[in-house]
């Protein structure tokens, strides 16, 4: 008779080593399978509490900025150069000047507001004038004390600009609300509602790429040209700081 | 010196009307819209003094608001009919006129400004005329009026007083 106790344990499907040489390589060849994954994710949770801390990621953040601002550097060094080139206007932060706002007319016909830096403070007519956000106006009138800003929502405002995205320049007209008109003299252009609108750099009266607004609605209605009202960034009714641009030849 | 301000007082007082206009107070505005304050002055001068002397300050407050900002347009055939208008009440009694009847009067002549200063505004974007433009000039218009309706009783009032004491 025979034993069928020792026949089992002998049948290789029986053998337990075996079946550890099975799983083992099934194992290896899911992580095969998955490219690694799973050790990753696994390593993800052993590697946690070691992970760099917030001080070594300030570190990184740091020199990416230092990193940042050395191109930056360098970038503006080259427009400059360019710029002079092109004989086009710049400015730089030396040649900032800091101004309060003391007169404010902004709701009525007038379009316009007075700062309390003049000729004494090297204000010319002509400078380009920023607020908070982006360009609010140009310097129309120089006093010795005293300088009055012409708002871009005057009706006599007119100012060059251009679509940043897709490289369009236009023409910024003062409606006398707060959201000027933007003419492009073509039609079928690629402007969309959010553009940005910027100085344009092309300008011979404004420091280039200033930000001026975002496009907040189109009318594509009109003949020849393609119209857009501008949401201006800089809002002139609520700004008591400015800065002027003194234009750089 | 002192007799010579206390006799040209009232006339004195016209050179303060462009520091209210630079000083814009907020609390007196409607929508941002600041009252006339040219046609409150002008309102009791010109009744007091007459159409010539009417004509004569409505010009010079014309030509003093127009020097206060670059624009284009112009103050002065407002203020110069808005003189001679009021000027020309003159000739009524003083008791017919109430003060209530300032706020209308002021009305009006701020409605007759500012349509005039529009009407500029309007024939010289003539070509670019569009919604916001027209949108924008009935608001400053209507609210202008209002509000120099508004204030009139009160400062005229007061104005009146300086006036005649002098």
Known sequence: ?249 | MKKIINKNFSLLTFLFIPFLFFGNPKFLTLMGVEPYWAILWLFPWSYINGPFNGFLTGLALGIVLDSLNSDFYTHIPGLVACGILFGRLSSYKFDSINIFKYGLFCALGSLICNFLYWGQIFFNNYSDMNILLVSHGIKTIFAQVFITGILAPIVCTWLFNIFKKK
Do not use: C
């Not at chain 1, 953040?61 to 550097?73: F, P, R, V």
């Open chain 1, 1 to 249: 008779m025979i034993d069928t106790r020792r026949i089992s344990s002998t049948r290789w499907w029986n053998k337990r080593n075996l079946w550890f040489l099975i799983l083992f390589f099934l194992t290896i060849f899911s992580v095969r399978i998955s490219k690694n994954y799973i050790y990753q994710d696994l390593y993800y949770f052993i590697s946690k509490p070691f992970w760099p801390g917030q001080f070594q990621r300030e570190i990184v953040l740091d020199s990416k900025y230092k990193e940042l601002n050395m191109k930056i550097t360098q970038l503006n060094k080259d427009n400059k150069r360019l710029r002079e080139i092109l004989t086009l206007q710049s400015s730089s932060d030396e040649s900032k000047i800091n101004a309060s706002v003391i007169s404010r007319q902004t709701g009525s016909w007038w379009k316009q507001v007075l700062l309390n830096k003049g000729k004494k403070d090297g204000v010319e007519i002509g400078d380009a004038v920023i607020g908070p956000g982006g360009l609010i106006g140009i310097i129309e009138n120089a006093s010795f004390l005293t300088s009055s800003v012409k708002l871009l929502t005057s009706t006599e405002s007119k100012v060059g600009v251009w679509n940043q995205r897709s490289n369009i320049h236009g023409l910024l007209v003062g409606q006398g609300t707060n959201s000027p008109q933007l003419i492009f003299y073509s039609k079928d252009l690629d402007v969309q509602v959010g553009d940005f609108i910027f100085s344009s750099p092309a300008s011979t009266l404004l420091p280039p790429n200033i930000p001026i607004g975002i496009i907040e609605s189109l009318d594509k209605d009109s003949q020849s040209t393609l119209i857009a009202v501008v949401q201006l960034v800089a809002r002139p009714e609520a700004i008591d700081w400015v800065q002027v641009l003194k234009i750089q030849f």
